[in-house]
């Protein structure tokens, strides 16, 4: 398929106002401002870590979550306490949303001894057991069979929790993880299996690499209930992500979100992501972008002020260039740190 079919066809597909789903319901005035808080947060901390990769402080692969911002607060905005988050390298998003400092995940990122991972983690590879964020994860599809497991962990003790185990539209065919959907199926494991479908993968469109497209469905041949969700709109994640976290918690089973999202920078900091038009981009960024619909929205509804977001852009700005300047102040990991944290 040439590039133009495949960009038209992926426009077609990309999430848009007919599909949204803006019940209200559950989502509180303070809800809602928490949630435009948490999705300009992440964007203006994902911004600021471009930056510093462009200045050379940050080493590595860097997978940058600009555009997709309202599925992870929405999910997290779902959850209970006690609830477990695993995802794959495009990361930092579900970090913040757990709650994790902005100054200890920028530190981590730049490789400083005050980073979650003491500075050995990079990117892809940092935690937090107490914010019950269990990983990025640098293998693709392989963050699926781990959170398949700690949902195996969770009806086994019956603790009560879900976990939710995100991954991409290109880790969705990958061989293990329908192993984990069969198995999770079988023994009706708590685990929401959140797919981020922003539609190229590394580099491909779906329409490309994918069969079927309609990426909720795979669950059919496991008997895993699915439905596909506007993923530029929090509140839809938001009402998407209660009835599945529900269906779960209940001894139901696994379920399926397919997250309709869209990526506005390359797949890594590398990738000059000649594979479709600036228009497209563009286009997305004018018409659905998840925070500046949603404050739009808020607005309109009369929520908030217009003053009230520039007020919150600005304790956000400020607050980014604090956990900047923590990372770049703080100390690199000594010498005799390599051999600690290491399996033998």
Known sequence: MARAEATAA???AAPGPREAKRTMDGASTER??????????IRRFEEKAGQLYGMGLIGGFCHLYIGQEAVVVGMQGALGQGDQVVTTYRDHGHMLA?????GGV?????GRITGYSRGKGGS??????????FGGHGIVGANVPIGTGLAFSNRYTKNGAVCLTYFGDGAANQGQVFESFNMAELWKLPVIYVIENNQ???GTAVVRSTSETHLYKRGAAHNIPGEAVDGMDVEAVFEAGKKAILWAREGKGPYILEMKTYRYRGHSMSDPAKYRTREEVQEVREKHDPIDTFGARLVKQGVVKEDDLKAMEREIR???NRAAEFASESPEPPPEDLYTDVLK
């Open 200 to 202: 190229y993968a590394m």
């Open 318 to 320: 400020a607050a980014i």
């Open 98 to 102: 757990c709650g994790m400092d902005p």
């Open 124 to 133: 892809m590879h940092m935690f937090s057991r107490e914010k019950n964020f």
């Open 32 to 41: 809602q401002k928490k949630f435009y808080r948490d999705m300009l947060t």
């Open 10 to 12: 992926a426009n077609e």
């Open 106 to 110: 920028m530190a981590e990122l730049t």
